[in-house]
């Protein structure tokens, strides 16, 4: 098999490698096919340029003797160590080609994964950007159906000063899985009409230390997508340790952790930028 065809083999995909043994046979077949080539052409070389040159000059000089091409004498004789130097050279050659083979295969995985991750990551902000305006009241017990009622009377009791008027809900429900014996309310999801009132009750809340409301301990949320929500997870052991250092710090939306320790601001949107911030601050990293 000529090595052209080996490098051939490789450039379409092919990465194994052959054993020592193919490559000595397939050195050798090349070696002998080489020197067959060049035998012939040195013989077809001396009858058609050299034979006739010496003719010419023979019969110049009177002399009519024909000369015959000499019988060849040349013979193969196989070099072990030649041939051993021939397989290390294309042996190298070949290796260099998969390298480079391999690492713009890579690079194409790398592209072909940034382009599938990229329309989620769109999808994921775009759903979130659609639930901008609810909220999520989690505490809430599954007795209570006036689900319209109870939120106007409980964000009247929680913000005084917005006007009955601006308590507008598009639309108000349940977290929408079935719900199991014994296990906790389902969060009640709260479109606003107005975004600002949205906003006004959120700040409230944050304000206060906790939420009763007929004896009943809620919490409010923003309303955000579960990668979302598995995101910030993933942080936890992040914000463990800020809690131990007594730092507060809160969720912009969709997915920004602001916090401030010693009169200065800091703000991460992944996990690379708050290990960062502990560094900075000199905090044990989880």
């Known amino acids: 098999m000529p090595v052209s065809q080996l490098r051939a083999m490789l450039s379409s995909g092919g990465r194994s490698l052959i054993p020592d043994q193919e490559w000595m046979r397939f050195m050798e077949e090349e070696a002998i096919h080489f020197w067959e080539e060049t035998k012939i052409r040195l013989e077809t070389f001396f009858t058609h340029n050299v034979l006739p040159y010496f003719k010419k000059n023979l019969m110049e000089q009177g002399d009519s003797m024909m000369l ?20 290390s050279l294309e042996r190298g ?14 690079g194409h995985e790398k592209e072909i994964e940034d382009l599938q991750t990229l329309p989620k990551e769109k999808q994921e902000d775009a759903e979130n950007r659609a639930r901008r305006g609810n909220l999520r009241v989690r505490g809430l017990p599954e007795s209570i159906t006036d689900l319209q009622g109870t939120m106007t009377a409980f964000f009247q009791e929680l913000a005084p000063d917005i006007p009955l008027e601006c308590l507008q809900f598009d639309h108000i429900h349940r977290e929408l899985f079935s719900q199991t014996p014994y296990a906790k309310p389902r969060d009640v999801i709260i479109k606003f009409h107005f975004y600002c009132t949205k906003v006004r009750l959120h700040q409230a809340a944050y304000a206060k230390s906790e939420l009763l409301f007929q004896t009943h301990r ?26 131990s250092h007594g730092v507060q710090y809160r969720w912009d939306f969709p997915f920004k952790l602001l916090f401030t320790f010693q009169a200065q601001q800091f703000q991460a949107s992944t996990t690379s930028d708050l290990r960062k911030c502990f560094q900075e601050l000199g905090f044990e990293l989880p």
């Open 218 to 243: 809620l919490q409010l949320f923003n309303d955000i997508t579960p990668s979302t929500i598995a995101k910030r997870k993933k942080l936890k052991p992040y914000l463990q340790i800020l809690q």
């Open 68 to 87: 015959e091409p000499p019988a060849s004498n040349l013979s193969y004789t196989r070099d072990e160590t030649l041939l051993q130097k021939c397989c």
């Open 93 to 106: 050659e070949i290796s260099m080609a998969s390298c480079k083979v391999c690492a713009v295969l890579d």
